[in-house]
């Protein structure tokens, strides 16, 4: 069944309607052939039958005579006259030979077994007819003819050859009409198939298929845009609830760090200040998670545009490291080698990504191990390198952890976030048609991502990576 | 000493925004509905306007345009801030003097509009 289902849907259809001809006809075929033949059968046992009669009246008298020669010359007379009866013979009331003419071909095994009975009977192309001869009305014998049929083997091989020719010519017919028919029918579901690829492909649900027929194919075009419909309707409403989510759940946290920072410049004393402090902390980290589920939901919804200009590379780097190590004081940053370069890139995306995996860095870094950060231009592309000391990423998910709410097996509970943070990394900078990735050395692990210098619209689209998840 | 506006439909943005800037030496006014705001710059006159974008019936964004657009208003800078930071995209055809995205940090809030108040 798995070979036929791997058939196109045309060629199935076409075999469907070939081998359906092809059935009705050889059963067509068969059934005129039998009729052929059994009107034949018909005709020559009614034409041998009445030969039969006139020679079971010629050689009555012979018989009731017992004049043995003239039953011989009635016979001779009959096969000079029909040549396809191969034997003839007349036989007593006691069924005894009386007189019998034989030619090249005749059965005697067939005179053996129909001897004694009366009627007309076919058996492999031969033809018996035996009547009984009378006297009036008295039984005084029978006669027994033995008949070739050698026009029934050439009739049945041509109405064979015909019946093979005429069907040939038929199914051919049949497999052209319906290839032209069903090459128009799946031309249309080819081309619904095509559309649906590109809205997989594109995420673009604006595009319908126009069809104007009645018929399943033009229901299935019809409920698909309907679909599409619904697609649209479900992500107008989705945009519409990021925009009130962004700004429902800001809006209080804005006054919560407001207060807190309002708070700790007011408090000199310890321990209220580092209360304060923690908590001015702990609603940046509040901050960091709403802003990271708004971005998810922005990428998942094709929100997420960039906002190109052009800054200086170095400093960008410079400023988040020096904003990275307020937060960690233990773990220095180190801004080793430096790109020198004007990019044309959204500045604020790519500060989240280098903030993301600075902190990343942090967050797996021993203690007073440096976390050494580097930029470099090459060709037409800027590299960074954020490497860290800690334990490295786990072998063979080098892939995985770029992977929506992915979480470090094996690490310690106090890690926390989402598992969005790399995510969030790879959709920028694959937007920016660059590249990211991982890779683990000795010591720890170093988180190199690629960024086109000249900005993601001036360089070619070859990126073999999907930046739509 | 410089004269701020700060228009927004939470009042709790209000309280805590005149807060920080009246401890660094600013006059604040705030303004919860947008609906007065002509009456109120006619009255304060403000240095600097510091216009929330989402005021639920209206867009600050417009209410700016407006502002750039009368003759009486054209000169006062005005900052517009959201919670949305999409809005930041295509902010200068409003002729905006700034943008600020919330939450935000009362420095940086504190620094901008000095340094932009008239």
Not at chain 1, 188 to 208: E, F, H, K, N, S
Not at chain 1, 302 to 320: A, I, P, R, Y
Not at chain 2, 30 to 57: A, C, H, K, Q, Y
């Amino acid at each position: 069944m798995t070979a036929f289902n791997n058939i196109s849907i045309r060629n199935k259809l076409v075999l469907m309607q070939v081998f359906t001809s092809a059935l009705v006809l050889g059963i067509f075929a068969t059934f005129y052939i039998i009729t052929e033949i059994q009107n034949y059968k018909n005709r020559k046992a009614k034409d041998v039958q009445s030969i039969a009669a006139v020679v079971a009246q010629n050689s009555a008298s012979s018989l009731q005579f017992q004049d043995n020669q003239a039953a011989q010359a009635t016979l001779a007379e009959l096969h000079a006259v029909s040549p396809d009866v191969v034997y003839s013979a007349i036989l007593d009331q006691d069924h005894h030979v009386f007189a019998s003419v034989g030619r090249a071909g005749s059965d005697t095994a067939l005179f053996r077994e129909y001897r004694n009975s009366v009627g007309a009977f076919f058996s492999a192309g031969t033809l018996i007819v035996v009547r009984t001869i009378s006297n009036n009305t008295d039984k005084i014998g029978s006669i027994y003819l033995q008949v070739r049929l050698n026009e029934l083997a050439r009739m049945r091989s041509y109405l064979f050859r015909l019946a093979m020719v005429l069907s040939g010519i038929a199914v051919l017919a049949a497999f052209l009409i319906s290839f032209v028919l069903q090459t128009y029918i799946s031309s249309r579901l080819l081309a619904l198939v095509r559309t649906m690829r590109r809205v997989g492909d594109t995420g673009d649900y604006t595009l319908t298929l126009a069809d104007e027929g009645t018929d399943e194919i033009s229901v299935l075009i019809s409920v698909f845009n309907s679909l599409l419909l619904q697609i649209r309707e479900n992500e107008r409403r989705k945009d519409e609830f990021i925009g009130v989510a962004s700004h429902e759940l800001k809006t209080p946290l804005t006054n919560v760090k407001g207060y807190l920072e309002i708070l700790r410049s007011m408090e000199e004393r310890n321990p209220q200040r580092q209360l304060v402090d923690r908590a001015f902390l702990n609603a940046g980290k509040l901050e960091k998670l709403i802003e990271d589920l708004l971005d998810v939901t922005k990428i998942q919804t094709g929100q997420m545009q960039l906002n190109l200009t052009e800054f200086d590379f170095d400093e960008l780097v410079s400023e988040t490291i020096a904003s990275a190590q307020m937060l960690s004081k233990d773990r220095p940053i180190v801004f080793e080698a430096k790109a020198a370069r004007q990019v044309r890139a959204d500045r604020q995306r790519i500060e989240q990504v280098l903030a993301n995996l600075l902190s990343n860095a942090v967050k797996y870094s021993t203690d007073g191990k440096p976390i050494v950060v580097t930029a470099v231009a090459t060709g037409g592309d800027i590299i960074v390198e954020v490497a860290d000391q800690g334990e490295g990423v786990p072998a063979g998910e080098e892939n995985a952890i770029f992977g929506r709410f992915y979480r470090a097996k094996g690490v310690s509970q106090h890690i926390s976030g989402f598992g969005l943070g790399l995510y969030i990394c790879r959709d920028i900078i694959q937007r920016h048609r660059g590249r990211i990735w991982v890779r683990n050395r000795e010591d720890g692990a170093s988180f190199l991502f690629q960024l086109p210098i000249a900005g993601p619209d001036f360089k070619q689209q070859h990126s073999s990576t999907k930046s739509s998840m | 000493m410089k004269k701020v506006l700060v228009v927004d439909d939470d009042t709790d943005i209000l309280e805590l925004v005149k807060l920080a800037l009246t401890m660094n030496g600013l006059e604040v006014s705030v303004l919860s509905r947008w609906e007065r705001i002509d009456d109120t710059i006619r009255e304060f006159m403000p240095g600097l306007i510091l216009l929330d974008i989402s005021l639920g019936t209206a867009d600050g964004r417009e209410i700016c345009r407006k502002l750039k657009a009368a003759e009486a208003t054209k000169d006062i800078p005005v900052i517009l801030f959201s919670a949305n930071i999409e809005f930041q995209k295509g902010i200068d055809q409003y002729q905006a003097e700034g943008f600020i995205a919330k939450p935000f940090e009362l420095r940086k809030l504190v620094e901008t509009v000095r340094a932009s108040a008239r």
